[in-house]
């Protein structure tokens, strides 16, 4: 079998079963086979596969087809421009996220060394390319989850800042020993009862996707947490979920009624990243 008959065949599966994107998907699952770029897939597009590879690349779809997430199969997935190593113990980083990254990176110009803390940092995607992008910046990094910490630790080796980025493992807020600048997070806010329509439940930790009954428990809790472990004149980004904005902001006003709260929308017109700045 052929490159070729090979993807058009896996395209044909994956769209019966409506698995979406099928043909960027088959084409990413059949790259990490045959260890190659796209550019050398399509100009050797004829070439015969051996049996190993065709039994492997069989495999990989089947993988697909029940479910499981292309970056726990190949291991991998891109977040910022970065290739960042995953497995079944991190949440899989959302584009969407990069915005709370893009958020962090702007705000953080008004201060010369800021220290900036990640709440939930799983594969460590937010704290790497906040400090590839932040040179000056220190960076701790928290999760209540050692596994996750370690493949966090992974990513760090692999991008070459291990020396910039601080691992604590401890609830929220809890471990850092010192008040932050800009206190960044994207804690679990799938509503508990949403679970079973998240594409993904089954394979990535539950403890990275329930925020319980409003979505909002771990958000809160983060809250009332956050006066003790922010700098004067600090920030606040949070991550949120359709529909939660005006609950989020109304439970910062209640806490911080003299602090600036805006709420950024993504791309796509959905209000994704809250920020909260103290005043002076």
């Given at each position: 079998m052929t490159r070729r008959q090979a993807l058009s065949r896996a395209r044909e599966l994956l769209v019966a079963n409506n698995i979406e994107s099928a043909s960027l998907e088959a084409e990413l699952l059949l790259r990490h086979i045959l260890r190659i770029d796209r550019t050398l897939l399509y100009t050797e597009f004829d070439r015969e596969l051996t049996?190993?590879?065709e039994e492997s690349y069989r495999q990989c779809i089947e993988r697909r087809l029940k479910g499981e997430p292309s970056a726990y199969i190949t291991g991998h997935r891109e977040f910022f421009g970065l290739d960042f190593l995953v497995d079944n113990n991190v949440l899989i980083p959302r584009p969407e996220t990069e915005l709370?990254?893009?958020?962090?990176?702007t705000r953080s110009r008004k201060y010369s060394a800021p220290l900036i803390a990640d709440i939930?940092?799983?594969c460590g995607a937010i704290a790497i390319s906040l400090a590839l992008s932040l040179p000056?910046?220190?960076i701790d990094a928290v999760d209540i989850s050692?596994?996750?910490v370690a493949v966090a630790k992974r990513n760090c080796r692999k991008h070459s800042v291990q020396n910039r980025v601080r691992f604590l493992i401890g609830n929220m807020l809890e471990p850092l020993s010192e008040p932050a600048d800009i206190i960044v997070t994207n804690l679990p806010y799938v509503r508990t009862a949403d679970l079973p329509r998240v594409n993904t439940i089954g394979f990535e930790p539950?403890?990275?996707l329930d925020g319980?009954?409003?979505?909002?428990?771990?958000?809160?809790?983060?809250c009332f947490q956050v006066r003790e472990k922010i700098k004067p004149l600090g920030c606040l980004l949070m991550e949120i979920g359709m529909g939660q904005s005006e609950a989020v902001t109304n439970l910062l006003r209640s806490i911080f009624p003299s602090a600036y709260i805006e709420v950024i929308t993504d791309l796509s017109g959905i209000k994704r990243v809250v920020c909260l700045t103290l005043p002076r």
């Open positions: 049996p190993q590879q709370l990254v893009e958020q962090a990176i939930g940092t799983g000056d910046a220190h050692e596994a996750a539950p403890l990275a319980g009954i409003d979505g909002l428990d771990m958000i809160r809790r983060l």
